[in-house]
């Protein structure tokens, strides 16, 4: 009896598990501008490097880059695209 007990607890905690969208790291559509992203979109279509002149915090995210999914909103998301050019500037 135990044992179809325990048996049951497992297959209970085999559940799906809730699906998640994935962060794209940008803020949310209208939310405010707290990394000041708009005033270095003229950065876009440059190369990697121009963006070292950009304020901290601040990260480069390349097309398979792994990234965290924390938000901070203070930090500026530098996307660069398979030849490290800029392709967007977003707070996150």
Same mark, same amino acid.
């Given at each position: 009896?135990?044992? !179809?007990?325990?048996a049951?607890? #497992? *297959? !209970? %905690?085999c559940?799906?598990?809730? *699906?998640?969208?994935?962060?794209? %790291?940008?803020a949310?559509? %209208? %939310?405010?501008?707290?990394?000041?992203?708009?005033?270095?979109q003229?950065?876009? $279509?440059?190369? !990697?490097?121009?963006s070292? !002149?950009?304020?901290?915090?601040?990260?480069? *995210? $390349?097309?398979?880059?792994? *990234?965290?999914?924390? #938000?901070?909103?203070?930090?500026?998301?530098?996307?660069?695209?398979?030849?490290?050019?800029?392709?967007?500037?977003?707070?996150?």
């Amino acid at each position: 009896m135990k044992y !179809a007990l325990l048996a049951g607890l #497992f *297959v !209970a %905690g085999c559940g799906a598990l809730p *699906v998640t969208t994935p962060r794209t %790291g940008a803020a949310p559509a %209208g %939310g405010p501008d707290n990394c000041n992203a708009a005033a270095h979109q003229g950065l876009i $279509g440059m190369d !990697a490097a121009s963006s070292l !002149a950009l304020p901290e915090p601040k990260r480069l *995210v $390349g097309p398979n880059d792994a *990234v965290t999914t924390d #938000f901070n909103a203070g930090r500026l998301n530098i996307q660069l695209n398979e030849t490290d050019n800029i392709i967007a500037i977003t707070c996150g």
